[in-house]
């Protein structure tokens, strides 16, 4: 067994954002050793890490030489270079989340032949080279408008995806490879985290519900439980276990699906990393999400999932019309009410819809946190000094 804690092992971390910096609550809870690399020298893990370095995570050389520095590597965004990662698993360096697992996540075309492959539920797509690729097929009739657009690489909090409407909407749509996938007519859009240690112990979290901007297509809260009926909920942990099961990774894999009409359960996308939909578990969970990501990388029991009180996540992003120095207006009178926690990552400058923090909402009864919920969102506002 490896001394993980107050010894010399290290863990080398691939991003420092606010994952990160949530994540090393917990590294400093069992006093392990960590690396961070960024490219930024703002990084908010950077305050809590033991070893800072600014650096380009697509750059071979630059992830190289970092992980070589540690005895195993995780991360906390998928943009970074997979051919390092390889190198550094035949060296010897354990990478969890796989270079393997990695490679089938990172594109989402690639993402979603892996469903097709595997037979996991998924939303029916066509993947295309380009932009006019796809509107030759809109002209020749085989794809039809509406449908659901996404880039095939680079999106992520509601950037790089849209709903295809009207002919005009297709001028909007950034060059590359894409996906064109059918829209689906849902009751609720609904997650579940799997933990996956290289042990083979699986443990899935309570499925939760999300709640979208109308507008930015941007998470606005997460309700752990989600408000469904047993079955589907036990239909959605089935089928999350399925696709961690086909991807083989280890450490947490967030699996977010849509509750058709119907109550099927169809993959939407995941993510091999703590996640967004998991952040309640800091104050509602026995174990939160950040520390059974760590236990799952370093082969350690995984933690109890289970929910110890109702928990609501609020998303706290930049106020519309404000860019610069950024300032949490009415902060403190959220944290007047009760159940209520805010979580600050770190970022100095704000800007429209930019993810600047949570606030937390524990309650026994689901009902009244999701009213305090409500209070918490209309209260608090992310914006900057210089208006």
Known sequence: MVNYFSSDFKLGILGGGQLGKMMLYDTRKYD???LVLDPSAEAPCKIACNYFE?????????????????DV??????GVNVDALKKL???GV???????TLEKIQNKATQKRFYRKNEIPTAEFEVFDSISDLKTAIEDGSLTIPFVWKS???????????????QEDLNELSEGECIAEKLIPFKNELAVIVARNPSGEVKTYPVVEMEFHPTANQVEYVICPARIEEKVAEKARKTAENVSRAFQHVGLLAVEMFQTENDEILVNEVAPRPHNSGHYSIEASYTNQFEQHLRAILDLPLGNTDSKVGGIMVNLVGAEDHEGNVV????EEIMKMEGVTPHIYGKKITRPFRKMGHVTIVNRDLAEARKIAEKVKNSIK????NK
């Open 32 to 34: 392990i050793h960590t």
């Open 328 to 331: 949490y207006e009415n902060i």
């Open 382 to 385: 992310v914006i900057s000094d």
């Open 54 to 70: 600014q650096g380009d995570l697509m750059d071979y050389g630059t992830v190289l030489n970092f992980g070589r520095k540690a």
């Open 89 to 91: 698993e035949s060296e």
């Open 152 to 166: 095939a690489t680079g999106g992520y909090d509601g950037k790089g995806v849209s709903v295809i409407k009207k």
């Open 73 to 78: 590597v995780t991360f906390e965004i998928e």
């Open 94 to 100: 354990r990478t969890y989340p796989s270079a393997a």
